[in-house]
């Protein structure tokens, strides 16, 4: 591992942000990552956060068009409400603050901590949970389901709402309307390593992958001989498809987990691409990259998210962060 | 009686045994969670002893107050609301009297483990750390405060009944049967805590 030792990892990758990034003000010590020009007069501000090891996810995503502040918590462990507290106050311009919370326990125990705190120092907050992640069965006696690559449409569609003006109780809707239509399912072909146990969190033989993973290195629901990407691709676009029936165009997100090559993710893709035309399933826009990771897990994950005409404008909106950057 | 250096000694113990135990409390959530468990709940309890060496006054209930909140800032996952929800609200029942009964220590960990459910929204049986936290504030009301030894026995099978469940909450809740089989960390590291309680008691 390309580290120091791990109890630094987080501080010392902000460190690393900040000089590269000028254009983001980055608090190590309290972990905050603010756009410079925070707080925009009259926007609302996005504010999110979760466990680093998701990188470029969250605070590669802060920027005009998109997040105004990202907290960053340890390695796969939710930031404390000290944290969202402070990005809160930093950003809020009077027009309050939209917390994007992934649907994990810690995140939604701290950040509606946080949200209490924020309101009691006078920043009207809303919350939008996410939650695409199909190979969770949802129950009510269980957490639910996961929030993965889903997570990116919300921040940047509803990001760009907010950068338009849009009023707190707007961006908070586009927020939850996003979320309701994306849906996501990811497969591993290797484990991860946390630097805190320095070996694999779960143990996956070569020749095997494993399906519906989230992005922890949690080990997924069920264990196969290894596919190729073809086979892999009608599996997870069928899992998808039998939870989100798009009447319209989707937008594509063909993910990777950190340790799959850009080579392997376009092949795939490809793949992804033809079942989507085999399922009559028309495609507005396609992202493929590294985007929503688990440290150096290999495997990939696809986010089919239905568009329509106002979410694919918002969408094509300028944005201008260290991860995703078009139109300006 | 119980006063202030009885808990200063229970949140020492409790940060020792969490640096001793980190290991095997991540092995345990590698298994069935994301292998952090072990080393956020150290960051965590040493946080917390800072923080009481840095208190040199304070009482039984202001001391469990102010170590929930040094949970909640810096432990992070769910592990810290909860555990932090746990001791600040005991704390909190505590008042501000300079010693307390251990009957009043029994009742108030009770309203502490009741808060930890309501904001967790778990019950006993869904495999979490409420299965060795309700079996040993129960062993220990039931002997009005006097069996902290009862209580850390509670905690420990508590926490050993969780092997065959199925997870329902967290993270290990996504892996449905996978679970079964494992231990839960956070009912570990729930029966560290009373077996830590125990000690500074001179029960265990």
Redesign the interface.
């Known amino acids: 591992m390309l580290i120091n030792v791990p109890e630094t990892v987080v501080a010392d990758a902000l460190r690393g942000m900040a000089a590269a990034h000028p254009e983001l003000t980055v608090d190590v010590e309290n972990r905050v990552v603010v756009r410079r020009d925070a707080p925009v007069a009259g926007k609302v501000a996005l504010v999110s956060g979760g466990g680093s090891g998701h990188e470029p996810l969250h605070a590669g995503f802060v920027g005009p068009g998109m997040l105004a502040a990202a907290c960053p918590g340890e390695v796969f462990t939710s930031p404390v409400p000290d944290q969202m507290v402070r990005a809160a106050a930093a950003v809020d311009s009077g027009h309050g603050v939209l917390f994007v919370v992934k649907n994990y326990t810690g995140d939604v125990l701290n950040f509606e901590m946080a949200a209490e705190l924020a309101e009691d120092e006078g920043v009207r907050v809303a919350r939008v949970l996410v939650d695409d992640d199909v190979a969770v069965t949802d129950s009510t006696y269980t957490a639910g389901r996961r929030g993965t690559g889903g997570t990116l449409f919300v921040e940047k569609i509803a990001g760009a709402a907010a950068e338009e003006g849009a009023p707190l109780e707007r961006v908070e809707a586009i927020a939850r309307e996003v979320n309701a239509r994306c849906r996501s399912f990811g497969v591993a072909l290797g484990s991860c390593t946390t630097p805190a146990k320095g070996s694999p969190t779960f143990d996956l033989p070569p020749g095997e992958l494993e399906l519906g993973i989230g992005i922890h290195g949690e080990p997924g629901r069920e264990r196969r001989p290894m596919m190729t990407s073809g086979e892999i691709a009608d599996l997870a676009v069928d899992a998808v498809l039998e939870d989100l029936r798009p009447g319209g165009p989707v937008l594509v997100l063909v993910n990777g987990m950190g340790a799959t090559p850009l080579l392997e993710l376009y092949g795939f893709n490809a793949e992804v691409q033809r079942v989507l035309g085999e399922r009559g399933v028309p495609v507005a826009r396609t992202l493929v990259g590294s985007y929503v990771t688990s440290l150096d897990m290999a495997g990939c994950s696809v986010t089919l998210c239905q568009a329509d005409e106002e979410l694919l404008r918002l969408w094509d909106a300028p944005v201008r962060t260290a991860a995703l950057q078009w139109g300006v | 009686m119980l006063d202030a250096d009885f808990f200063r000694r229970w949140m020492t113990g409790m940060a020792a045994a969490v640096d001793r135990e980190a290991d095997r409390l991540?092995e345990l959530d590698?298994a069935?969670?994301?292998?952090?468990h072990?080393?956020?709940l150290r960051?965590g309890f040493a946080a917390v002893v800072k923080a009481l060496e840095e208190e040199p006054s304070g009482t039984p209930g202001s001391l469990l107050v102010l170590a929930g909140r040094q949970l909640?800032?810096?432990?992070?996952?769910?592990?810290?609301?909860?555990y932090g929800t746990l001791l600040r609200r005991a704390g909190k029942a505590l008042g501000d009297a300079a010693e307390v009964a251990p009957v009043q220590l029994a009742e108030a960990l009770r309203v502490g483990v009741a808060a930890v459910a309501q904001?967790?929204g778990a019950k006993a049986g869904d495999k979490t750390m409420l299965d060795a936290l309700e079996p040993a504030v129960e062993a220990l009301a039931e002997s009005l405060g006097e069996s902290f030894a009862a209580a850390a026995d509670a905690a420990d099978q508590g926490a050993l009944a969780t092997v065959p469940m199925r997870a329902?909450?967290?993270?290990a809740?996504?892996?449905?049967e996978?679970s079964v089989g494992h231990q839960d960390p956070g009912a570990a590291s729930a029966a560290l805590l009373v077996a830590t309680l125990a000690a500074a008691r001179g029960a265990r």
């Open positions: 991540t590698s069935i969670g994301d292998a952090d072990g080393a956020n960051r909640i800032s810096t432990v992070g996952g769910a592990s810290g609301p909860l904001l967790g329902r909450k967290g993270r809740g996504y892996l449905g996978r």
